[in-house]
């Protein structure tokens, strides 16, 4: 840099530092000499800076540098956009700029767009979260333009309404709509003096341009990292440039790209350019944006000197060129087969490839650990992928390691954002048993109770309300507390939620008020209480009051997906209390930051680089001609980040082979790095050895096989009393006869789950069982019945009329058969086999009109196949026949047992309704298959005696999957490891 005794102030100072200087450590090293005057040199100076983290990141090189103390010039920042930063008071000085009207709240623009564009199209404007959103997409188009300083005039200019014949009636749809309604926005801002956060912007970056014009500052000004390309900004830029003692430092701006490779991005804003940004503009390299950014600067290549310092974590210079070579666009990347060692050299650049998500965490942080070995050595690990970094930094606490991810968790994700949306979820859902329980057993939530207490009762709700989901509203879930005897717990929660259940539309702002008002009362004061619950109470504030004064109103039904929408753009950083070597990093937050160790991960499309979508109002073409790069632009920016990273002195990237949605495919960076290092040097840069350690760390000894569970109990505890269903369990699968009866393991039913056989089998039972004793016309009873299982309401509209026609058939059915006559229904009894209770319940008992008895079974699905009780594996109908005999039903059920029936309500061609048939396991009526019927019921009683001799009274084990051809239940197939040995079976 120019000694300022001997500066031209005539000419414009802008410098450049190499990736591989490392920016912020570069910059200061040449600062400290310039200014570092006695006393107060440092601190005459101002340094201007694109974002608060910037701030902290030299701020943290000073203190670096200076191994003790100084003081620190005085450093403003610009705000980042993206970061939702605001100006600092260099630039917002109060009461400086009083022409300048003040910003309206983005908020209030948001829920105002809105009402404009539902009172735009009318009956056509998307509905509740949909319209919304599309108001927020609307709000970030119109900042776009904004920050390019174009106004709406512009959008009437002939080189926009020129392209109108080549657009589809889509973009032509979206052009009309965003131009109406920002006309109208502008009118109302202009009557309420306010304008947008991005024109005041631009308004002050001039304003501050234009004084400093005037009167010039006393004091040296430096406008260092700043790399957006915005017209005010790019002004302002200008200016500091043209100090007499300012100067503007870019950061990883190559000044070793060939003139033709500069040539080849593309006009990029220049003004003699036909169209500002060209069609064939290469907007997704890194130095794009950097070009745009110069021409608004008005400033030639040629004009940017090298800053010839560097910074402590320095790179080695051959990488600057790698870099260069490595993101040249299509057309320049020809040379790549031709270039010389020298410009593909990476060395201290590896590649780490691992099978998943899981699997490259752990490897990053085997990285971060061995890294942490050597004293002072800092490492950064840089992903836009939140998920990922999450990972990282529990994976770090094996080590006692705490990395603070400093891009922050979405509002959403945190333990007090998640009470909002459970809430919203519940009001939505009309207390659905998902987002019920998850709000009832969230960690916030106790009421003011011990949380042990709490939590007791809230689990035995949980047991009783598991199964299909119950009817809306509170009113049914106060019968299940009931049951769970938790009905004084239950009376505490039910007024807290009660407010909840109004399903009109009402004021977004009264919406927040209960919401609020209902998380208050379940957590106390500990909703608002850390940094997550303070961003979430701001939040709160600020959207009820915009709320209220647009008078923004929707239905419940779309509260849950109009906050997320909201809350989405809010991440919460953790407080200062990480470990000082180790930082986790957002793009955004990663520029200018710089480690020994920069590992980069995520390298995965759609990741890094994210996926570039259009702007959904206007057409790319047209953004082209008002000089606004399209959506390909931020892919420019994702691999300015990159390129900034690469400089590191040691630099790791890293990329899983699938993700949750399955394969993945590699970041086209990555591409380009294994293209630019060739067959013969890739295999160097690999690095195996923590991907080989992250598969080993979790990994014991192998385990030997498992064997097949065969249980031995007691003689004593295989004593218990028989049931006619698990008979059929007993003989095709012993072991889940043991887990059941002997162990009284019962399977728990899903929440929310759909309906079972068993419970459709339950319902069906009930009804015929009430119709049978003359309870009333059947489909009366089956209305009350499934009213009574508070069944949901669209589970009664889907299964219901299926239900209702299968029971037409059996009333049909039973009528057409007048000298049959039914003499038992849903009859419980019980019989002693050699010492042993034998239960069961007989569905339904018949008196024939020769005095004999047909026992039936009904089904609501298919029935069990002759072969399957030929084999002894449905004795069902043959046990409960043996019963009838012996007068096990008591009630004058007694004779011969000689029809056994099968009525099914499954669907049926022959069935005058379509549902309901009857089979029999009888070899009659010209049956190929099946039991003679003099066979039946000493087939049974052998089947019966042989159990009880090998399993109830015998020593034979309970071995798991005895006969693997029977038709198996799964509910204990987890405990008795089935995957483990199942396929080892002989």
Known sequence: MVDRQGSDHRGTRIYSIAAHRGFADALVAGIVPRY??????????????????????????????????????????????????????????????????????LTFRWLRLAELIREEQGSSAPAGSALLRMALEMGQTMDRLLADEIGPEELFDEKVLGLLGELSDHWKRGLRLF????DRWLKELMARGQVDPADRRNRLFRHAAKHWRDHPPAHPVIAAGITSPGKGLAALLRRIARLPDGAVVLPDFDLNLDDAVWSELGTAGARDADLPIG???AVTHPQYHMKLLLNRLMVSREEVQPWHRAGMAKGPPERSHAISSLFLPPEASRVWAELPPE?????????????????????????????LEIPERRVAVITPDRGLAARVVQHLRRWNIAADDTAGRPLPQTPAGRILLLLADVAAEQAAPVPLLGLLEH???????????????????????????????????????????????????????????????????DLIDRLAVAGEALCGEDLWAREDGRALADFVEDLRLQARLVGTRISPADLPAVLRDAMDSLSVRPPYGGHPRVAIYGLLESRMTRAELAICAGLNEGVWPGSSGAEPLLAPAVLRSLGVPGGDFRIGLAAHDLAGALGAPEVVLSRSRRDAGGP???????????????????????????VDLARAIDLGPPAAPHPRPQPMPSAEQRRVSLSVTSLDRLRSD??????????????????????????????????????????????????????????????????????????????????????RVPIAFEQWGEMVERGITIKGKVDRIDRLPDGTLAIVDYKT???????????????????????????????GVAGEATAFEYWSLGKSEKSDTGFGYVTTPLKIDRKRTGVEPGSFLPLAEDFLDDALSKWILGEEPFTARLNPDAVNYNSYDQLMRLDEWVGDLS
């Open 343 to 371: 410009r593909r050299r990476l060395a201290g650049v590896r590649l780490m490839e691992c099978a998943n998500p899981e699997e490259e965490a752990q490897a990053i942080a085997l990285l971060v650990r061995q890294a």
């Open 861 to 891: 699905g298919s029935p069990p196949s002759s072969d399957q009780v030929e084999q002894g594996f449905a004795l069902q109908l043959g046990t409960l026949g043996l019963m009838a005999e012996r007068g096990a039903f008591g009630g």
């Open 443 to 509: 960690p916030l939530v106790d009421m003011g109770s011990l949380r042990g207490e709490w939590l007791v009762q809230a689990r035995a709700f949980e047991r009783e309300l598991r199964g299909p989901r119950p009817a809306p509203g509170l009113e049914p879930l106060r019968d299940i507390a009931a049951k769970a005897d938790v009905l004084p717990w239950w009376n505490q929660v039910e007024p807290v939620l009660a407010p909840l259940m109004d399903r009109q539309d009402a004021p977004l702002a």
């Open 734 to 819: 012993p072991y889940q006869f043991y887990a059941s009866a002997i162990l009284s393991l019962s399977e728990l039913d899903a929440l929310d789950a759909e309906p079972t056989a068993a419970w459709q089998g339950t319902v069906a039972h009930k009804v015929l069982e009430e119709w049978h004793k003359g309870a009333g016309p059947m489909h009366d009873i089956a209305s009350e019945v499934l009213q009574q299982m508070n069944s949901h309401p669209l589970m009664r509209a889907l299964w219901r009329p299926r239900l209702l026609k299968a029971l037409d058939w059996v009333e049909g059915q039973i009528a057409a058969a007048p000298d």
């Open 664 to 690: 993945a495919i590699a970041s086209r960076f990555w591409l380009r790095v294994e293209a630019l290092l060739g067959e013969r040097l890739i295999d160097d840069h690999r690095e195996t050895e923590m």
């Open 279 to 281: 069609r064939g503009d």
């Open 179 to 182: 131009m109406v309604v920002q």
């Open 36 to 105: 570092s005057e006695p006393d107060f040199g440092l601190a005459r100076l101002t340094l201007l800076l694109p974002s608060n983290r910037a701030a902290r990141t030299i701020s943290e090189a000073f203190i670096r540098h200076s191994g003790s103390g100084l003081l620190m010039p005085r450093m403003a920042v610009v705000g980042d956009l993206d970061l939702d930063e605001t100006l600092g008071p260099l630039l917002d000085p109060l009461g400086a700029a009083e022409d300048i009207p003040p910003a309206v709240d």
